[in-house]
């Protein structure tokens, strides 16, 4: 699977994860006005249910997001470890803060549908207005927000790889010098010699976004001729090309393969 692929699995997870979520932060809010035990124990089944697919959608967000850091080689970068962290502590601290306080409500609802005089209606009341359930709904939105700018703005977080190493030349090989900043190529139009090997040195300039450099026949790219290795950067690689025959062909980034495009002339 391609890392757009790995991408877009990764946000399916993410959006099953928010909507389960949702209704969760509604039972919470909804709750706090609730005072009929029946009604309440109907809320809690219902935010009960969503416990299995919200794990399920957590797991996948996880799984394919930690399959589309490998493939885009996106572990030497700081903000994909603080995402990752803060979606851990995230999901701890509610879990640790919500699951005893609705255990609780539970308990206490049941017990006074069934007609207990152990609990008065007012310490019930204090119960169901605590702060709780807007402290749960706080850590969520500002640990969201917080991993949403992690992986909008891409902040190093002083962990992110050296400078790129000079590339040294290969006596009798032709170099092209290729580059990608914001999703585009700095080319879209490279030049090599005919039925000769050569050198495309590929500096990716985009910060923990995978590139790569892929040449096909022709626009339709239903023939491969040259796939290099995608990577994140800031990082510089050396593509080692096989000879083409004399001709026009397309050249794309695999992972934009869209917005990253051009030809390259062999004569």
């Known amino acids: 699977m391609g890392y757009q692929w790995l991408v877009f699995a990764h946000l399916v997870g993410v959006f099953g994860f928010l909507t389960t979520h949702g209704v969760s932060v509604m039972v919470s809010l909804r709750l706090r006005n609730e005072r009929d035990p029946a009604k309440i124990n109907a809320l809690l089944e219902l935010s009960g249910r969503t416990v299995l697919p919200m794990n399920v959608s957590l ?137 000769a090997r050569f050198q495309i040195v590929f500096n990716n300039k985009d910060s923990g976004i995978p590139h790569n450099v892929a040449i096909f026949t022709d626009s339709s790219a239903s023939k491969k001729l040259f796939g290099g290795a995608q990577f994140g950067g800031p990082a510089t690689r050396v593509y080692n090309v096989p000879s083409l025959a004399a001709g026009t062909y397309f050249f794309r980034c695999d992972v934009h393969p869209t917005q990253m495009t051009g030809t390259i002339t062999v004569s």
Request: zero cysteines.
């Open 59 to 195: 797991g996948a967000l996880l799984l394919f997001g930690v399959a589309a850091a490998f493939v885009g080689h996106l572990w030497h970068f700081g903000w994909i470890w603080a995402a990752l962290a803060a979606l851990i502590l995230m999901n701890v601290l509610m879990i640790a803060i919500a699951r005893p306080y609705y255990q609780r409500v539970r308990f206490i609802s049941r017990a006074m549908a069934e007609g207990t005089q152990a609990v008065t209606a007012e310490q019930f009341d204090s119960v169901l207005k605590g702060g709780k359930p807007h402290t749960i709904i706080t850590i969520g939105f500002v640990g969201l927000a917080f991993i949403l700018y992690l992986m909008v703005q891409k902040p190093t977080l002083g962990f992110a790889p050296g400078a790129p190493k000079p590339v040294a030349s290969v006596p009798g090989v032709t170099r092209i010098a290729e580059s990608a900043s914001n999703s585009r190529f700095g080319s879209t139009s490279l030049a090599a010699p005919a039925n």
